[in-house]
């Protein structure tokens, strides 16, 4: 099992930045890959970024170049840097683990509310 806790969600003015955390509760060198999806209400949830276990790193065409992806394998920590933000990034965050089992599990955070206004 993983459990998945993320922080550093809040209210931002457009233009400004946050910075997401989701601290696993095991080595995220164990896991296949980590992955941040939000969902604004009436909206589907939907991919922002991931990272592999091999460090690659992949994001939606409407957050390239704003947000980034990394970790800190020490603290089994990925976080998700989110600058000249825009009130359509507004929604709740997702932190996501997938295993690397032969048969792979996905789990998820709570989220944590990013809020944008303009």
């Known amino acids: 099992q993983v459990q998945l806790v993320e922080s550093g969600g809040g209210l931002v003015q457009a233009g400004g930045s946050l910075r997401l955390s989701c601290a696993a509760s095991r080595s995220i060198f164990s896991l296949n890959r980590m992955a941040w999806y939000r969902q604004a209400p009436g909206k589907q949830r939907e991919l922002v970024a991931l990272m592999t276990s091999g460090g690659i790193t992949n994001y939606a065409d409407s957050v390239k170049g704003r947000f980034t992806i990394s970790s800190d394998n020490a603290k089994n920590t990925v976080y998700l840097q989110m600058n000249s933000l825009k009130p359509e990034d507004t929604a709740v965050y997702y932190c996501?683990?997938?295993?690397?089992?032969?048969?792979?599990?996905?789990?998820w955070g709570q989220g944590t509310q990013v809020t944008v206004s303009s």
């Open positions: 996501n683990a997938l295993t690397s089992e032969l048969l792979p599990r996905n789990y």
